[in-house]
């Protein structure tokens, strides 16, 4: 019989509607239910295409016995993270601060009013390697809440009100300036990995927003090393079992340095933040391997992910079915040399395990390799390379497709707006662009719908009960920037406006602060706050990303502070954790360059339209169309007229504005390009 989570949206909570534990969603009414109950509530977070989630629903949430325990000693909530990221947030910082780590799946014990006590991310059914079996953690966590109940509160109050003291410094007055961005580019140099490539060790994630500040730093300072970071990075990834060699995209992150063997689930984000900086890579030097990743990647996303609705579903897992009929990580995507001879013959077979690094003992599991590309084979015949990869690609259709959670966050489809936006615009890809656009389409029918605020997710078509937090609005924002900028459509710019009203009236706290939540959101145990950017932008970076571009659009003042106040806490963290403020930091170099404004007085989709989207000065907005007068589509061109006849361009920042051209190579060279 299923249970509560039947009736949710979220792919995550449905995979656990079949469980003998008798879930509920986060709601207020199983904490009231646990009230009158008198019983604690096992808080579990996940996510759907995380493994060890479904490991230890496997083995315990599956399991009548330790479901029957559950029932009778707890109200079991499941959460998935990606629909309510301000719940993770908030119990993953008090899980960090207690053990000292986190990750996923999350255990939390709370008392009725959702104060957290005990803490764990993945129990065993059995005892391991030191750790409690989970059965021996609900009975132990029983004993304490039955027989100890004042020590429960107590533990339970210390946590809350050592959370509630952790203000945030957020940097004081004053933006970043050359001295703080210098020192964070010091920081990355000193983390740079010269063998292989991106920051740190193992495991290793694809660094994007890093690299997209790396490149705005050259763009703007002419500074080559940045450049070269840049560069071998990308290179690297791209060239590593981290990336699909076969079907493109990128992985989630590798399990070791040099970028081979990768941890397999694909997720949105990730993809629509490394072709955006793919593409931004070719713009700044003309790659033609930078120019494939980016389209790969872009074509990846759109026949992958795409839903019907038209809006990117979140991820592929890591799992799918093996020969067997087992469920195992990277089953999709890896190959044995027996399995190369089987679709491609002997010769193909040892010349594809050559190319891509396939060999005898495997690079993975059980003797499989994962596609790379070593680069140690000379020469390559590349129409033998087009043909190789296309039988393997048809032969990998045939396995079994990882799962797909198909829920529609909106933050992650602004990223993805932006990037096949873009990505259409400089490639002559005009499909991309209606991609693009469909996805913007479906966030403002369905998650703005005729409530006015932003919905985090939807699901075929139908929003979902959560309210959007700030990194829908900054990151949507900026799609739809991004959107306006490459259409010459005014009206993405009317609706990324009403989204930073909303981000100026509801996430702004005093001295430029930013709250995750809105003022009228439902009140956590603490308001969550995190300005460092991980794996995506945090909302604090994204949003004074789009309001900064906003601002640069429109002349508004109130939007350019509310930027500069954000950026505070860039200037504070960015000398000291560069590696986690990397979106900040390309903030920062707009911010440092202007940013500048490009009005175009011409055809959209002409010459000069398109060198004003090719310019390298960072974070540069770009408005185009033909309407000079009040009916102009954007304020940029507003008293912009034609010069004799033809098409013009307008360069501004600073209140000071270059003389008007109608020359594409003069313009190019305005615009660093």
């Given at each position: 019989m299923a249970n509560r989570l039947a009736q949710t949206t979220s792919p995550y909570l449905l995979q656990h509607a079949d469980n003998p534990v008798d879930w509920w969603p986060w709601s207020p009414e199983?904490?009231?239910?646990?009230?009158?109950?008198?019983?604690?509530?096992?808080?579990?977070?996940?996510?759907?295409?995380?493994?060890w989630c479904h490991?230890?629903?496997?083995?315990?949430?599956?399991?009548?016995?330790?479901?029957?325990?559950?029932?009778?000693?707890?109200?079991?909530?499941?959460?998935?993270?990606?629909?309510?990221?301000?719940?993770?947030?908030?119990y993953m910082e008090a899980v960090q601060a207690a053990t000292g780590h986190g990750g996923w799946p999350m255990?939390?014990?709370?008392?009725?009013?959702?104060?957290?006590?005990?803490?764990?991310?993945?129990?065993?059914p059995e005892p391991r390697h030191g750790s409690p079996s989970f059965q021996q953690v609900l009975e132990g966590v029983t004993v304490a809440w039955t027989d100890r109940r004042e020590e429960v509160a107590e533990v339970a109050g210390r946590i809350v009100a050592d959370l509630a003291g952790r203000s945030l410094v957020h940097g004081g007055d004053g933006v970043p300036g050359e001295s703080e961005v210098a020192q964070a580019l010091l920081g990355l140099t000193r983390e740079y990995d010269e063998q292989h490539g991106g920051f740190g060790g193992a495991p290793k994630f694809p660094p994007a927003m890093a690299v997209e500040f790396l490149l705005r730093h050259y763009a703007r300072t002419g500074a080559e090393g940045a450049l070269q970071m840049a560069a071998d990075t990308c290179a690297a990834m791209a060239r590593g079992g981290i990336y699909d060699q076969l079907g493109g995209g990128f992985a989630r992150y590798s399990v070791?340095?040099?970028?081979?063997?990768?941890?397999?689930?694909?997720?949105?984000?990730?993809?629509?933040?490394?072709?955006?900086?793919?593409?931004?890579?070719?713009?700044?030097?003309?790659?033609?391997?930078?120019?494939r990743i980016a389209l790969e990647t872009a074509d990846f996303m759109v026949r992958e992910l795409r839903t019907a609705e038209g809006g990117f579903a979140s991820a592929l897992d890591a799992d799918s079915e093996d020969a067997d009929g087992k469920h195992v990580e990277g089953a999709y995507y890896v190959w044995t040399p027996e399995q190369l001879r089987e679709v491609l013959g002997e010769d193909d077979a040892a010349f594809a395990a050559a190319y891509f690094g396939v060999t005898e003992e495997g690079t993975f599991e059980e003797g499989a390799s994962v596609l790379r590309l070593p680069g140690d084979t000379g020469p390559v015949d590349a129409a033998r390379v087009a043909g190789v990869r296309a039988r393997l690609l048809g032969a990998r259709d045939e396995r079994p497709h990882p799962g797909?959670?198909?829920?529609?966050?909106?933050?992650?489809?602004?990223?993805?707006?932006?990037?096949?936006?873009?990505t259409g615009a400089y490639f002559d890809r005009p499909d991309l662009v209606e991609r693009a656009t469909e996805a913007a389409d479906l966030l403002v029918r369905v998650h703005l719908g005729e409530v006015a605020r932003l919905t985090r997710t939807s699901k075929d078509g139908r929003a979902g009960n959560n309210a959007g937090v700030l990194e829908d609005y900054g990151d949507v924002a900026e799609g739809f920037l991004a959107l306006a900028a490459v259409t010459g459509e005014g009206a993405w710019l009317e609706f990324a406006g009403f989204l930073l009203d909303i981000v100026l009236e509801q996430f702004t706290g005093e001295g430029g602060q930013l709250y995750d939540t809105a003022h009228d959101a439902e009140q956590l145990i603490r308001r969550p706050q995190d300005p460092t950017d991980s794996a995506t932008p945090s909302g604090w970076t994204a949003a004074a990303g789009a309001l900064l571009s906003y601002a640069a659009y429109t002349g508004s003042e109130a939007h350019r502070t509310a930027a500069e106040g954000a950026l505070g806490v860039v200037k504070a963290l960015g000398p000291r954790v560069p590696r986690f403020v990397g979106w900040g930091l390309a903030v920062a170099e707009a911010l440092l360059d202007g940013p500048r404004e490009v009005a175009v007085a011409g055809p959209v989709g002409g010459e000069l339209h398109r060198t004003a989207l090719l310019g390298r000065a960072p974070g540069a907005v770009v408005a185009a169309g033909e309407g000079a007068g009040a009916g102009a589509e954007f304020p940029l061109l507003v008293d912009r007229p034609l010069m004799g006849g033809e098409p013009t361009a307008y360069v501004c920042r600073h209140f000071v504005c270059d003389a008007p051209t109608t020359d594409a190579g003069e313009l190019a060279a305005k615009l660093g390009g």
């Open positions: 199983a904490f009231e239910e646990a009230r009158k109950r008198d019983v604690p509530v096992l808080l579990s977070v996940g996510y759907a295409s995380c493994h490991v230890m629903a496997h083995e315990s949430f599956e399991d009548d016995e330790t479901a029957a325990y559950l029932n009778a000693h707890f109200v079991p909530v499941k959460v998935d993270r990606e629909e309510r990221p301000d719940v993770d947030a908030v255990t939390v014990f709370l008392t009725p009013d959702a104060e957290p006590f005990y803490f764990g991310t993945y129990f065993p070791d340095r040099k970028w081979i063997v990768p941890h397999f689930e694909k997720m949105l984000y990730d993809n629509a933040l490394l072709c955006r900086v793919y593409a931004h890579l070719w713009r700044a030097t003309g790659s033609d391997e930078a120019r797909r959670d198909d829920k529609v966050v909106a933050a992650w489809n602004g990223l993805a707006i932006a990037a096949l936006a873009e």
